[in-house]
C-alpha cells in the first residue's frame, strides 16, 4: 500500500490570555467551549511562562487577548502563547485580538517614526498565528499589514442597534469627532435612518499625544440629539471636547459611541463630566469598576465574537454576519 488514508476531525479550542479571561470565557458560553486550562505566571524579572494544561494537537485553535493596560504584557504573553501553540502542533492558530494594540500608529507622520501596528502583525505572524480576527480596527488599511486572512469584524451594529432603539423618537445628528472619522459617521447615519452629519475640525499638535489645540463643528447640529461617534475613547480629550463643542453650538443632548473603551485616566472624570447624556462603550477591553461611571453602558461583543469563530471553524461566512 502506497498510503494510508484517515478521515480526520476538526476540533475547536479556545485559549485566553490573562488580560480579560472574562470576555473570552463569555465567549466559550456562547459557543459552548470552555477556555483550555493553562499555566501562566511571571518570573521574577518580568519574563512569562505559560503552558497548556491540554493536549492542543491538531487543533483549530482561537486565542483570545484583550490588550488593554499594561499592553506591552499582554502583547508579550499574546505572542509567547501562540508561539506555545505552534511547538504543541495545533493545526491552525487566530488570535483573536478584539482591541489591536498600536493600531494609532498606522504610519509615519514625520520621519523617523515607526509603523508600529505592522510591527505588531509582524510579530504576530512570526509567532506563529495564521490568522487575525479582530474589531474595528482605528484605519482599514491595517488589515493589509497582517499578511494572512484578516477576520474584521464591525460593532456598528451592535451600538447603532441599541442607540436607533433608545433614541428612535429624537431628530439625530451623527457627529464624527475629527475629519478622519466621516466616513465612519455616514455608515452611522445610514443606519440610523438618514440622519445628517457634522464632524469637528480637530487641530493637534503632532509632538503631544493625546493633545488636542482646537475644535469647530462643521455640520447642523443644533436642537438634535447629537451621536457622537468614535473607535475608541482613551483618555477622553477628543470626546469631552466634542460633547462641548456641539451643546455649545446648540445640541439638545449628547450621546457618545464608541468600540474600545480605552478609558486611560482621567476619562471616567472627564466623561462623567462632559455633558453627554450616555457614553456607550463595548467590552473590547475590561473596564474596571474604577474606571466606570453613571452615564456609560457598555455591551458586549462576545455573541459576535463568538459567531465569527463559529464562521471561521466551520469554513461559513464572516462577512454574512454584517450583510444588511
Ligand atoms: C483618534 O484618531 C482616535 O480615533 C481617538 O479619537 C483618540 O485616540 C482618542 O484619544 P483620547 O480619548 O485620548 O482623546
Same mark, same amino acid.
Given at each position: 500500500m502506497s498510503s494510508l488514508s484517515i478521515t480526520t476531525r476538526k476540533s475547536l479550542m479556545l485559549f485566553s490570555g490573562r488580560a480579560y479571561p472574562e470576555l473570552a470565557d463569555e465567549v466559550g458560553k456562547y459557543l459552548d467551549v470552555t477556555v483550555t486550562p493553562q499555566s501562566a505566571y511571571d518570573f521574577a524579572n518580568g519574563e512569562i511562562f505559560v503552558r497548556f494544561e491540554e493536549s492542543v494537537r491538531g487543533s483549530d485553535a482561537f486565542l483570545i487577548q484583550s490588550c488593554g493596560v499594561p499592553i506591552n504584557t499582554w502583547v508579550m504573553e499574546t505572542l509567547i502563547m501562540i508561539d506555545a501553540l505552534k511547538r504543541a502542533s495545533a493545526k491552525r492558530i487566530t488570535v483573536v485580538l478584539p482591541f489591536y494594540p498600536y493600531a494609532r500608529q498606522d504610519k509615519k507622520h514625520r520621519g523617523r517614526e515607526p509603523i508600529s501596528a505592522r510591527l505588531i502583525s509582524d510579530l504576530l505572524k512570526t509567532a506563529g498565528a495564521q490568522r487575525l480576527m479582530t474589531v474595528d480596527l482605528h484605519t482599514d488599511q491595517i488589515?493589509?499589514?497582517?499578511?494572512?486572512?484578516?477576520?474584521?469584524?464591525?460593532?456598528q451594529p451592535l451600538l447603532g442597534g441599541y442607540?436607533?432603539?433608545?433614541? !428612535?423618537? %429624537?431628530?439625530?445628528? *451623527?457627529? !464624527?469627532? %475629527?475629519?478622519?472619522? *466621516?466616513r465612519t459617521a455616514e455608515r452611522w447615519a445610514d443606519r440610523l435612518g438618514g440622519a445628517p452629519i457634522a464632524f469637528i475640525h480637530k487641530t493637534r499638535d503632532p509632538s503631544r499625544p493625546n493633545q488636542v489645540v482646537a475644535n469647530r463643528v462643521v455640520g447642523e447640529v443644533k436642537d438634535r440629539t447629537c451621536i457622537i461617534v468614535d473607535d475608541m475613547i482613551d483618555t477622553g480629550g477628543t470626546i469631552a471636547k466634542a460633547v462641548k463643542q456641539v451643546l455649545e453650538d446648540g445640541a439638545k443632548k449628547v450621546v457618545v459611541a464608541a468600540t474600545h473603551g480605552v478609558l486611560s485616566d482621567p476619562a471616567a472624570e472627564r466623561l462623567a463630566a462632559s455633558g453627554a447624556c450616555e457614553v456607550v462603550l463595548t467590552n473590547t477591553l475590561a473596564i474596571p469598576p474604577s474606571h466606570q461611571f453613571e452615564q456609560l453602558t457598555v455591551l458586549s461583543i462576545a455573541p459576535l465574537i463568538a459567531k465569527a469563530i463559529h464562521e471561521v471553524f466551520e469554513d461559513g461566512s464572516v462577512t454574512s454576519l454584517f450583510d444588511n
Open positions: 488589515q493589509g499589514f497582517f499578511d494572512g486572512p484578516v477576520d474584521h469584524l464591525f460593532a442607540i436607533g432603539k433608545k433614541y !428612535s423618537g %429624537d431628530d439625530l445628528a *451623527v457627529v !464624527s469627532p %475629527d475629519s478622519g472619522r *466621516v
